[in-house]
């Protein structure tokens, strides 16, 4: 069975991503042991709260270059997604640099931040996203957004296309959460745990 290893730098929402593997018959284990994330065989990298601190958490912890130099599939979700890009608006803050990204604000009058609750996906794509219909709803909760780009293997709109997921190499990111996202999300992880 794969060792599933979820990164726990601090950030709020790892025990409800735990709590999803479970359901999926997967003991995952927390750490921020840079030995036991390097020795797993699938890593989980949650993310809830503010990019400059969680960035400030993961140099601490000294993950900055295991996580750049993780091999095995990895799975950036919400604010770990947004980590793994180059820039984020939010703290003015850089980040991991994976994706070639920048993460900005939601703006403008037709748009409440954050943007909160379920939404459809669409323009799915890769394997992440096997056995999924388009326009699924999934469960988002974010005030900042990466555009649209040649990585982006789901959209949403709100009210303009941004990526619900991402997908470079080995990595794969979700900005909403699948842990909270119903049979959708738990076919997602599924998808993961499986390549």
């Known amino acids: 069975m794969s060792k599933v290893v979820i990164i726990d730098y601090g950030a709020g929402n790892v025990k409800s991503v735990k709590f999803a593997c479970e359901r999926l018959g997967l003991n995952a284990e927390l750490s921020n042991d840079p030995e036991v994330i390097k020795s797993a065989d699938k890593l989980i990298f949650p993310g809830q709260g503010e990019a400059s601190s969680s960035m400030r958490d993961l140099k601490a912890n000294n993950l900055i270059d295991v996580i750049k130099e993780a091999k095995q599939p990895f799975l950036g979700i919400c604010l770990g997604m947004q980590m793994m890009c180059n820039y984020m608006q939010e703290g003015n803050t850089d980040g991991l640099g994976i994706f070639p990204l920048s993460v900005d604000l939601f703006e403008g ?3 409440k931040v954050p943007h909160m609750g379920w939404n459809q996906i669409e323009g799915l794509k890769t394997p992440l996203m096997e056995g999924l219909k388009e326009n699924e709803h ?15 293997i789901a959209k949403a709109n709100y009210p303009e296309a941004f990526s619900a997921a991402l997908h470079k190499d080995n990595f ?10 119903g049979l959708a999300g738990q076919k997602i992880l599924e998808n993961f745990i499986k390549m």
Do not use: D, L
């Open 109 to 111: 009058n037709e748009v």
């Open 172 to 181: 794969y990111g979700c900005q909403f959460h699948p842990e909270k996202s």
């Open 138 to 152: 999934v469960y988002f909760v974010h005030s900042y957004f990466v555009p649209a780009s040649e990585w982006t």
